[in-house]
């Protein structure tokens, strides 16, 4: 059993985390959809929310890649509709907004401020994860801010409504129940966790990797039968978490992945093709060497939390349990390898789960480190990291229009407001960081 942490934290110390985490990422997002991604994403969600269905009325002017029928005809975007599902909330507050304000921008900017929520919450399930697993509140408090807060993606993602936002809670949410299975292996436990592994893919398909990994090397009763490494990684779980209790769990990560098949079949004629499928320019044979080398290079300049993550999983947590640092490079390994194989386009919003992944190698190298370090990564990490999102990864295009004059504007919707002659904005663009960061120091204090 994983040795278990007994801090004095209560829910009020995660909300406030969550709180705090949003209300810094919502600052500094845009408040729209800014590219098409995200008009399908919102799409989709008003479809399935307000409409009851997936299938979508777009005007012939507007289709696009981005834009496909399935086999009935019917014209669907080209996403799988995991975050449509969890844009619930988010769509029916800007439905509110929208009618109360008269102003139908309402809409993506509700939206948008719910998926930054989202993200503050799948940080702080990560920090109550990390206590689980044995570290100490505040080197497991600082591993999921600069999870959430340090990597430049996790600022890129908050922008607009993408895809990992929803990516990144889920992660946090399997890191959290990962904890709790590991911790009391029951067959209760083993289901919650089956359910969000399974419905990874539904967010992302190039998680259906990451997703058979995880669901294998925590619930497979067969591992050593199925593959020898997974046996390896098996033998040294702690006692219980396998077996009959984890039967259950199985079966709840193979419904939501089978569901996933029979939706691609219904809706595109085959259980491996999906929107995706129709963006083959996107992909290569194998591991092409540009694309590694692009990756290391993004890491270097956007992912330090990642990073230093993965050198505290090689060099500290093996000491603190062997098995854990085996999973968490095995999970980062594995998130990779589809990655290699794709042009190198967007990756670097695609590489934002690696923070996560990697949180518990963070963890075990802020325990290790001097407090006066902690604080320096923390305080220098996190701020660099927002800077590169705003200024650079394609935040100052396009140009901002004001009175037919072209402005390179970082696209955070209070300075795009004031910038238009509404200098109220200038109010929440300064109140949202000082609350955020007085709110999180609030979440620091409880954790000491």
Request: proline content about 8%; some cysteine; hydrophobic content about 55%.
């Amino acid at each position: 059993m994983l040795p278990t942490a007994q801090p004095k934290q209560t829910l009020i110390s995660y909300f406030v985390l969550a709180i705090g985490v949003a209300l810094l990422l919502f600052w500094g997002s845009a408040g729209k959809t800014r590219q098409v991604d995200g008009q399908v994403y919102l799409a989709q969600g008003q479809a399935l929310w307000l409409h009851g269905k997936l299938t979508i009325d777009i005007p012939k002017s507007q289709e696009s890649a981005f834009w496909l029928e399935d086999r009935f005809g019917q014209t669907r975007g080209r996403f799988v509709p995991g975050l449509a599902v969890l844009l619930g909330p988010g769509i029916y507050a800007g439905k509110l907004a929208a009618a109360i304000s008269g102003c139908q921008a309402a809409l993506p900017f509700m939206a948008t401020a719910w998926l930054c929520l989202l993200l503050g919450c799948g940080c702080a399930l990560l920090f109550s994860a990390l206590l689980k697993m044995g570290f100490g509140a505040k080197p497991a408090l600082l591993a999921a801010l600069l999870a959430a807060l340090g990597d430049v993606s996790s600022w890129q993602v908050a922008q607009t409504i993408w895809s990992e936002s929803g990516v990144l809670f889920a992660l946090g949410l399997v890191w959290w129940q990962t904890a709790r299975w590991l911790n009391s292996p029951e067959k209760s436990e083993a289901l919650k966790l089956g359910l969000p592994l399974g419905c990874l893919p539904w967010l992302h398909p190039i998680l259906w990797p990451l997703a058979l990994f995880l669901t294998a090397l925590w619930l497979f009763p067969g591992t050593r039968a199925f593959c020898p490494p997974f046996g390896w990684l098996a033998e040294r779980r702690p006692s219980g978490a396998g077996g009959a209790p984890a039967l259950p769990g199985m079966l709840a990560a193979v419904l939501p992945l089978a569901l996933l098949l029979i939706y691609n079949w219904f809706f595109f004629g085959s259980p491996l093709r999906g929107g995706y499928s129709q963006e083959s320019g996107h992909w290569t044979a194998g591991p092409e060497l540009k694309t590694l080398l692009l990756i290391l290079l993004d890491f270097l300049y956007a992912h330090w939390p990642a990073l230093l993550g993965a050198l505290g999983a090689i060099w500290l947590l093996p000491r603190k349990s062997p098995w854990l640092a085996a999973a968490v490079i095995g999970s980062a390994a594995v998130h990779l390898l589809p990655l290699a194989c794709r042009t190198p386009e967007m990756l670097t919003r695609l590489l934002a789960p690696q923070a996560f992944l990697l949180a518990p190698g963070l963890a075990a190298l802020l325990e290790y480190l001097a407090p006066k370090w902690r604080a320096m990564i923390l305080y220098i990490l996190i701020p660099v990291a927002a800077a590169i999102a705003f200024f650079d990864y394609g935040f100052l295009t396009p140009p901002v229009v004001i009175n037919g004059q072209s402005w390179l504007l970082p696209h955070c919707w209070w300075l795009i407001a004031a910038a238009h002659g509404h200098l109220w904005a200038f109010l929440p663009g300064i109140a949202l960081p000082v609350a955020g960061i007085w709110i999180i120091k609030r979440a620091i204090t409880i954790a000491n």
